[in-house]
């Protein structure tokens, strides 16, 4: 009986609550650096949902221009050459750098569109507003862009709520939608002046807010990036208590994380199998009038019933995405 117990927490405790309108999973989001052409040819071969591009931090202030250019050649040629429908995604610099206005001038006049743009150290309406304004002016005819904002610093942290808000009335009427956070641990440290610890303690409430937030606006939730990338054992583990706290995938920065994350942000065997079994059950206690039943031990009613829901959901969203 106790094994039983914790089994079913333990699938019970993993679960992402998920509310979409649309979905791209982006289980995984790896970065490689924009002007490194081995690395981004290697990308286009893994089984990863989400390739970034990068214009930013990845790349040295001497190779902007050829991150750039690179990345616009990549743009230019068609998409479906790749084995896999990943996420063409390009993280360009923030908006009050001297580069976001090349970056996105490059990107959103290309021949094919990127389907998602990353837009870092946004703090305050303006950054916004900016972004907005030049994405509407270059982006052609009807077409839309998803739009993926970041989260890393104390002011932003603290200004989450608004930004996110204010992203999404600025959408309405633009060629953008946006469809997530990424919670940018490593800079949020760097502005609060710490360095990041091996267990990430000192993240533990910006984190839980970024997610919180995100998830009040039914967006993906990107989960912070594991810089220690030999260490396999602990990203699993970092994996799983983002997974646990609703985010829906996590920034990668080498190929060797790939599998790892792709994995544990997809519902496991046991978990699927809990869920549509409690599926079952609770259509055939709702015939019979009762709203609250045991299922493997547990009092279920609809908070669990919506839990196991979206095990399945996330299951099929992302199977049919790819
Ligand atoms: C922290 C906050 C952030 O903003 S994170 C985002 C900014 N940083 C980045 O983009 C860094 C991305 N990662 C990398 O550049 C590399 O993984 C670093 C960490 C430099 C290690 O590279 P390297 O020494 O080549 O690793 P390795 O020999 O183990 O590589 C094995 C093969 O894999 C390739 N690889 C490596 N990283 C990537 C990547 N990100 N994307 C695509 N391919 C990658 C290597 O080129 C190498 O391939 P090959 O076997 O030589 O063909
Ligand atoms: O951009 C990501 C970060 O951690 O900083
Ligand atoms: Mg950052």
């Not at 699938?11 to 690395?39: E, F, H, Q, W």
């Not at 997809?266 to 809990?274: D, I, R, S, T, Y």
């Given at each position: 009986?106790k094994m ?16 979409v ?5 982006r289980?995984?989001?790896?970065y ?13 071969t ?10 930013e931090?990845?790349?040295?202030l ?6 750039r ?11 479906n050459?790749t ?29 094919y ?20 304004d ?6 052609r ?28 009335e ?25 360095t ?32 220690d ?5 602990k ?6 208590q983002?997974a ?20 544990a ?41 919506k ?16």
């Amino acid at each position: 009986m106790k094994m039983k117990f914790r089994t079913v927490f333990n699938c019970i405790k993993k679960i992402n609550i998920i509310s979409v309108r649309y979905y791209t999973p982006r289980r995984a989001l790896m970065y490689v650096p924009g002007d490194n052409l081995r690395k981004l040819s290697k990308a286009f071969t893994l089984d990863v949902d989400c390739i970034a591009m990068d214009c930013e931090d990845g790349v040295a202030l001497s190779q902007k221009e050829t991150a750039r250019s690179t990345i616009r050649s990549i743009l230019d040629t068609e998409k479906n050459v790749t084995r896999r429908n990943f996420d063409r995604a390009v993280r360009v610099n923030p908006v009050n750098s001297e580069f976001c206005h090349d970056d996105l001038r490059a990107v959103l006049t290309a021949k094919y569109l990127p389907d998602t743009v990353l837009l870092p150290k946004v703090e305050d309406k303006g950054h916004l507003e900016w972004f907005a304004d030049q994405a509407n002016a270059l982006i052609r005819d009807e077409a839309k862009i998803d739009l993926i904002i970041y989260v890393e610093s104390a002011l932003a942290v603290i200004k989450c709520y608004e930004l996110c808000k204010y992203t999404m009335e600025l959408a309405e009427n633009g060629k953008f939608r946006l469809a997530g956070v990424v919670f940018g641990s490593d800079d949020l440290c760097a502005s609060l002046g710490i360095t990041r610890s091996h267990d990430g303690a000192e993240l533990l409430y910006a984190r839980q807010k970024v997610v919180l937030i995100s998830k009040a606006f039914n967006l993906q939730a990107i989960d912070m990036v594991h810089i220690d990338f030999k260490d396999l054992v602990k990203l699993k583990e970092y994996c799983e208590q983002g997974a646990q706290m609703g985010y829906t995938g996590k920034q990668v920065i080498h190929p060797d994380q790939v599998p790892v994350v792709q994995t544990a942000f997809l519902p496991n065997k046991k978990q699927v199998e809990w869920a549509t079994g409690l599926l079952e059950s609770f259509k055939e206690h709702q015939k019979k009038g009762q709203g609250a039943f045991v299922y493997k031990g547990i009092m279920i009613d609809m908070p669990t019933m919506k839990q196991a829901q979206n095990i399945v959901d996330i299951l099929k969203l992302t199977s049919s995405s790819l």
